[in-house]
């Protein structure tokens, strides 16, 4: 008893109202992760009625999970600065209110992409001396896992916004994935210094001048999934490019390999031999288990979830707070950034 007293709770504000499948997803994702771990305190936020007769469902700690009315929900389609201006009782609104007021220590949505990136920079704030927060999703490789940073917030970056991605990227891989300076390298059409284009030629000769990261060089699109590099630094349009194309391949991989083992008795014989182990290696590629992509470089923790999220990315997703919290990332941002700007000014 005297151990859960002591114990550090993580309050996540979980969109109830956003994504394709809300309310049902997000509210299932919150009751699995306080049925897991008893250092989470869920707050949903949505509409009561809809939200309450949801969680009638299931089972699970009570004190674990607070229901937040919001009587607004922000639609996809909706131009985001004009919804975060004038839906102020909206799902995203709200939750982007409590990590503002410090009531919540995390945000996790699966809502509108563009709300959640706009009410993150004005209602969370970026922290000082951050140009711009990336979104930097963990995508599965063949080594582990690799963060990608930007992969849609920012699709006109500047050289020195993408130095910064490299910094950020660096602190979270090394912070929350545990990996030892990282290596760090930038998306290009080819291994050279001189290749590439306008940006990514400024940017080479800054990230090669960076003593605080490891990085390695450029990286080729056919040498991420190999995990030739811990983060890998884009501006959006490239990232998210590359994020989209990644999710189909391998949904087209996972269904063309289901079609063939189904095609005759022999392939079926085989299918079932080799069934244990697919899984598992199905599973390595799967992107659900990681979580959603931060919204790094804000005065508290932002996390999207993609619009289909079912309740195990969900899930995952409020698992990531935890971690984060834990290991202060912001606060290593933080101090990273105005180490940074110190020794410019000298």
């Known amino acids: ?10 309050k996540v504000a979980l969109d109830a109202m956003g ?7 997000p509210v299932k994702g919150a009751v699995d992760a306080v049925n897991a771990r008893s250092d989470i305190k869920v707050l949903l936020i949505g509409q009561e009625d ?25 639609e996809t389609a909706e ?59 963990l995508i599965p490789t063949e080594k582990g896992v690799s963060l990608l940073i930007d992969c849609g917030a920012n699709v006109d970056a500047r050289a020195s916004h993408l130095v910064q991605f490299a910094k950020m990227g660096s602190i979270y891989m090394e912070n929350v994935l545990g990996i030892k300076n990282p290596r760090v390298a930038i998306v290009n059409i080819g291994a050279e210094e001189e290749k590439g284009n306008a940006l990514v030629k400024e940017t080479f000769p800054l990230l090669k001048e960076c003593t605080d990261i490891n990085f390695v060089g450029s990286i080729e699109a056919r040498e991420i999934p190999h995990g030739e590099a811990d983060v890998i630094v884009c501006e959006a349009f490239v990232g998210n490019v590359i994020l989209k194309l990644y999710e189909g391949l391998a949904g087209t991989l996972v269904g063309a390999i289901k079609k063939g083992m ?7 014989i085989g299918a079932a031999l080799a069934l244990p182990a697919l899984k598992s290696t199905l599973k390595a590629f799967d992107a659900t288990q990681y979580g959603g992509a931060p919204l790094l470089g804000l005065n508290g923790l932002v996390v999207k979830t993609h619009g289909s999220a079912k309740a195990v990315e969900i899930t995952n997703s409020i698992f990531q707070c935890v971690t984060f919290k834990e290991q202060d990332i912001n606060g290593k941002i933080r101090k990273n950034i105005i180490s940074s700007t110190e020794q410019e000014g000298m």
């Open 1 to 10: 008893m005297q151990q859960n007293q002591s114990l550090e709770i993580t």
């Open 19 to 25: 994504g394709d499948y809300a309310p049902a997803e």
């Open 50 to 74: 809809v939200v309450r007769k949801e969680l009638e469902m299931y089972t699970y700690p009570a004190e674990q999970i607070e229901v937040i009315h919001a009587e607004e929900v922000i």
């Open 79 to 137: 131009p985001p600065v004009n919804a975060i201006r004038k839906k102020k009782q909206s799902s995203i609104v709200v939750g982007m209110n409590m990590v503002k007021q410090k009531e919540a220590d995390a945000f996790v949505s699966a809502g509108s992409s563009g709300a959640i990136l706009v009410g993150g920079q004005v209602i969370v704030g970026r922290i000082k001396g951050i140009e711009r927060p990336p979104l930097a999703p």
């Open 262 to 268: 189904m095609g005759t008795l022999r392939s079926k």
